[in-house]
């Protein structure tokens, strides 16, 4: 098994690529560099550390702790986006309620993920 077999991976790589999109094709082009680099940022963060705990699987504290770092990391992109769309520069409705429903829904299922470890 692989961590590309972790749905919470396969969700967290879908949310990269279109958020990354996202910022390219939606964004205003000040953006790119402000608020647009955070939330590339913070969205492959929680992908990485989702490999990277999975990396130390065999020792359950640090997997659960890089885990709980993705969770952060996912809060954090949620953050950014909502960001975003109060202050107008996302104008996509549709995009935007499509990346927050997916965003939330991912961070269940990495909270369920962890519970599952712990036990």
Do not use: C
């Not at 909502?82 to 996509?92: G, I, Q, R, V």
């Amino acid at each position: 098994m692989s961590y590309k077999n972790l749905e919470i991976w396969q969700l967290a790589r879908e949310l990269v690529i279109e958020i990354h999109k996202m910022t390219l094709e939606d964004l205003p082009n000040f953006e790119m560099y402000e608020e647009g680099s955070q939330i590339r940022r913070s969205s492959k963060s929680v992908k990485s550390n989702i490999v990277e705990g999975y990396g130390r699987k065999n020792y359950q504290k640090d997997y659960v702790r890089f885990i709980t770092y993705s969770i952060s990391s996912n809060d954090e992109t949620i953050d950014h986006l909502e960001t975003l769309w109060e202050t107008n520069s996302l104008k996509n409705e549709k995009l935007y309620n499509d990346l927050h429903e997916k965003l939330v829904l991912l961070g269940k299922k990495i909270n369920r993920f962890i519970q599952s470890l712990k036990n």
